[in-house]
């Protein structure tokens, strides 16, 4: 069975290395991006599995990216881990809600996002 490829997109790259640190836990590759347009340009090149997200990005936000890798790859719509610094607002709460995706607070606790990152790399993809 091949390896499971995570797309990481991240600007900040001690929390990206620390997510790909636990990828390599779980045997699954790590694909970092820093920003949006870097990970529409990994999803072009390679075939992923699923998305870790930060919302907050230097070229977009994380809902837009969603929406644009929805429209292109509507089967990673599903497989998103959100992740944020920043409260989150009334609009973000139903955003999240209707996705039906998972979502992660910064700081996070290192337990708690293996555990969601470990729900995600249980799925057959």
Do not use: C
């Not at 999803?43 to 599995?49: A, F, V, Y």
């Not at 990005?57 to 998103?80: A, N, V």
């Not at 610094?85 to 979502?103: P, R, W």
Request: hydrophobic share 40%; no cysteine.
């Amino acid at each position: 069975m091949d390896k499971k490829k995570v797309l990481i997109v991240e600007d900040e790259e001690e929390i990206a290395n620390i997510l790909e640190d636990i990828l390599n836990i779980y045997e699954a590759d790590a694909v970092i991006a820093p920003q949006g347009s870097a990970a529409l340009n990994a999803l072009e090149k390679q075939s992923i599995n699923f998305v870790i997200s930060d919302i907050t990005l230097p070229d977009t936000d994380g809902i837009e990216l969603y929406q644009f890798i929805k429209s292109k790859y509507p089967t990673l719509s599903d497989r998103f881990l959100f992740m944020s610094g920043h409260s989150i607002d009334d609009q973000m709460e139903k955003f999240l809600s209707e996705t039906g995706n998972s979502y992660i607070q910064k700081p996070f606790h290192i337990n708690d996002l293996q555990e969601k990152i470990k729900k995600y790399l249980k799925h057959p993809f």
